[in-house]
């Protein structure tokens, strides 16, 4: 039998009564002498607990000297037995260790399941509290309260509104404003019948004539880039919003800076026109959302900040009757607000897209809002019940703009890999433009005011002729990006397609159309 501490065959046999184990004699000894307890089953054990065994006798040779073999052999062993102590005493405190270890990853994971459990009946929690809030009516006296403060020329930010993230009583898209929007959409159909090219328009052959006729830098150096472009039609004044957290307002005609918009405090994501009204409307990365006042002198004040979603500002579009608008954000939420109060009257939230809105656009007509999102798909809401009514799926990569044709029957949408035309009557893609490589996105789209070309940014411009379902988009001009950049971040149609604004990663507004010598001739 072998010692129960070292594995070998003792010299000195004794027995345990306790635990009927054998050990060396001088091994248990020593483990008593230092902890006065079994070495194997952990219980308290003496000297007197300890029975000698009987064996033969083995002579040993006496080491008087560690000079002598003898001795350096008693030495040796007295030095095992220790190594043997302390090994053995290793052996225990690893397994014990073991032992705590994995209880604690078995606790470590009961609690993550907990935390995981609690977060996800939390956010239930707030989801329900939420669709309760915009369902339930807000009363009368404090939806009257609330437009009277926010129409009195303060700013949000001094009447004291509630900041991103809280909780407010949407009062609803009621049946005065439906009413008006129908009204709008019956007019405007009707119209669309009648609906010619107008004489002033821009001809193909002129297209393709289009060079640069200016660059313009209107932003900082030290954030260079345009992030959007919006033109009033009427008076020919672009505004651009640039990645320096300013919009800047632009004369086309006389090549002046009418203005600057400074508040927010990072990149502006959109900027729109009211027309005829001079209204500018400014979304940023910032969160918010900024409502300007022009004046005659060119100035510009900020009528109000809207504070309503909890992430970045990445579109705004503004309604055909030019009292609504809707913004959309990455916080997968876009609103409806009241252009004159900055009310929002109601906030729509998708629970199926997680990731957030990416762009809007509403239908010629008005009843039919489309977004874009980062998850590759566009979705076509109507506006009179805040319902999903049809998505567009076929897109790689987040949805980077949105345009409706004037002719209100095609929807052209960008992505990292390239446009989309979709047919609205039968909700289908009739045709797909894959233009650059993979690594270059198509950052935007636009269709011109009358329906018959449609421009796309790249890593160039290219101008389409609007053709049909079955006819052919021919592509009658591609622009080249002379920013060096490699990336025109957005484009618009002046007034007639007479010219076409591009913006870059340069912070510099191209304007490409006919040289003076040429325009006047083809007037």
């Known amino acids: 039998m072998n010692c129960s501490i070292s594995g070998e065959v003792p010299e000195e046999p004794v027995v345990s009564k306790k635990s ?44 008087l000297t560690a000079a002598s073999i003898p001795g350096m052999l008693g030495m040796f062993q007295n030095e095992w037995d220790a190594l043997m102590l302390s090994n053995f005493a290793l052996e225990q405190q690893l397994h014990t260790a073991r ?36 369902q339930a009516p807000l009363p009368a006296s404090a939806a009257t309260a609330n437009v009277s403060a926010l129409s009195n020329g303060k700013r949000v930010s001094e009447d004291g509104d509630m900041g991103p993230g809280s909780k407010q009583m949407r009062p609803g898209v009621s049946e005065s404003i439906i009413a008006e929007l129908t009204e709008c959409n019956a007019a405007l159909s009707q119209q669309r019948k009648k609906h010619q090219i107008p004489p002033t ?4 052959d002129a297209l393709e004539r289009y060079t640069q006729l200016s660059s313009h830098p209107l932003h900082k150096t030290n954030k260079p880039g345009i992030s959007s472009i919006d033109i009033n039609l009427s008076k020919d004044i672009v505004a651009t919003g640039g990645i320096d957290s300013s919009a800047v307002l632009f004369d086309q005609t006389s090549g002046v800076i009418l ?19 001079n209204v500018i409307l400014s979304g940023s990365a910032d969160k918010t959302v900024r409502i300007w006042q022009g004046s005659e002198d060119g100035n510009c004040d900020c009528r109000h900040i809207l504070k309503d979603h909890t992430a970045e500002v990445q579109a705004i579009t503004v309604h055909a ?17 009241d252009l004159s109060s900055g009310l929002c009257l109601t906030q729509v939230e998708d629970p199926s897209n997680s990731m957030g809105y990416t762009s809007a656009a509403f239908h010629p007509d008005g009843l039919i809002l489309g977004t874009g999102t980062t998850e590759a798909t566009v979705r076509i809401w109507d506006v009179k019940s805040q319902g999903n009514v049809a998505n567009f799926d076929g897109h790689t990569g987040s949805i980077t703009a949105i ?16 446009v989309k035309l979709w047919d609205l009557r039968k909700l289908k893609n009739f ?16 269709f011109d005011h009358s329906g018959s070309y449609l421009a796309i940014a790249g890593s160039d411009v290219r101008v389409y002729q609007v053709g049909s379902v079955k006819a052919e988009w021919n592509c009658i001009k591609t622009l080249p990006d002379l920013s060096g950049t ?8 002046g007034s007639d397609a007479k010219y076409l604004a591009v913006g870059s990663m340069d912070r510099n507004l191209r304007i490409f159309g006919l040289p003076e010598g040429d325009a006047s001739m083809e007037s």
């Not at 328009?201 to 193909?204: E, H, I, R, S």
């Not at 009757?321 to 607000?337: E, P």
């Not at 095609?410 to 390239?418: E, S």
């Open 486 to 493: 490699g990336r025109a971040t957005c484009v618009k149609f």
């Open 201 to 204: 328009l821009a001809p193909v």
């Open 431 to 446: 045709r797909s433009f894959e233009l650059y490589d993979q690594d270059t996105p198509t950052n935007s789209v636009d």
């Open 20 to 63: 009927g184990l054998l050990y060396e004699k001088r091994l248990i000894e020593r483990h008593i002498a230092d902890y006065g307890k079994c070495p194997v089953t952990g219980d308290p054990l003496t000297m007197d607990d300890i029975v000698p065994v009987k064996t033969g006798k083995i002579v040993k040779p006496k080491s």
């Open 321 to 337: 009757t030019n009292n609504y608008f809707v913004t959309a954000s990455l916080d997968s939420t876009w609103c409806f607000y």
């Open 403 to 418: 345009s409706f044709s004037e002719n209100g029957y095609f929807l052209a949408t960008a992505a990292h890999d390239g």
């Open 99 to 134: 032992q705590e270890l994995s209880h604690a990853l078995y606790q470590h994971d009961a609690a993550c399941r907990v935390i995981a459990r609690l977060k996800k009946e939390r956010d239930e929690a707030r989801s329900l509290l939420a669709q309760a809030e915009r």
């Open 259 to 277: 203005s600057t918009l400074s508040g927010h405090s990072k990149k502006v994501t959109s900027v729109k026109f009211v027309a005829p009204s």
